[in-house]
């Protein structure tokens, strides 16, 4: 997808900024972090990297509609990025993290299944004990 200049696309990309601003990224939890100081740049540090990933793929108005957004919800201040595809090569990372993670605990549940008698023939049945 890429910012086209007619004024319906616009409209409707507004209204898609909008509604991503509001439902997703100013209502995230918060862990409980330390301080509210280490929340401010943790926040800060993430918009910085969904700005900057908008700004790399070519999404100018978007990052700038998003800038403007936070801007009015932190009270004033403009976080400002430069274009980077760092938050696609983080989001990558995690994604392998988490299948290597998942292939391990599956591996690891397998090796831990405890031996289930099955059904079959018992050859060390001993007929002397009747």
């Given at each position: 997808?890429?910012?086209?200049?007619?004024?319906?696309?616009?409209?409707?990309?507004?209204?898609?900024?909008?509604?991503?601003?509001?439902?997703?990224?100013?209502?995230?939890?918060?862990?409980?972090?330390?301080?509210?100081?280490?929340?401010?740049?943790?926040?800060?540090?993430?918009?910085?990297?969904?700005?900057g990933q908008l700004r790399s793929d070519k999404f100018e108005t978007v990052a700038y509609?998003?800038?403007?957004?936070?801007?009015?919800?932190?009270?004033?201040?403009?976080?400002?990025?430069?274009?980077?595809?760092?938050?696609?090569?983080?989001?990558?990372?995690?994604?392998?993290?988490?299948?290597?993670?998942?292939?391990?605990?599956?591996?690891?549940?397998?090796?831990?299944?405890?031996?289930?008698?099955?059904?079959?023939?018992?050859?060390?049945?001993?007929?002397?004990?009747?």
């Open positions: 997808y890429r910012t086209q200049s007619t004024g319906s696309f616009n409209t409707l990309q507004h209204y898609y900024i909008t509604n991503l601003i509001e439902e997703v990224v100013l209502k995230m939890p918060i862990a409980n972090p330390p301080n509210a100081s280490d929340v401010m740049k943790e926040r800060e540090r993430l918009y910085k990297l969904i700005i509609e998003l800038t403007v957004a936070l801007k009015a919800a932190t009270g004033g201040f403009m976080i400002q990025s430069a274009p980077t595809n760092r938050l696609s090569q983080l989001v990558q990372y995690g994604l392998r993290y988490e299948e290597l993670n998942e292939e391990t605990e599956s591996h690891s549940k397998k090796l831990q299944k405890p031996n289930k008698p099955r059904p079959g023939l018992d050859l060390e049945y001993d007929t002397d004990d009747m």
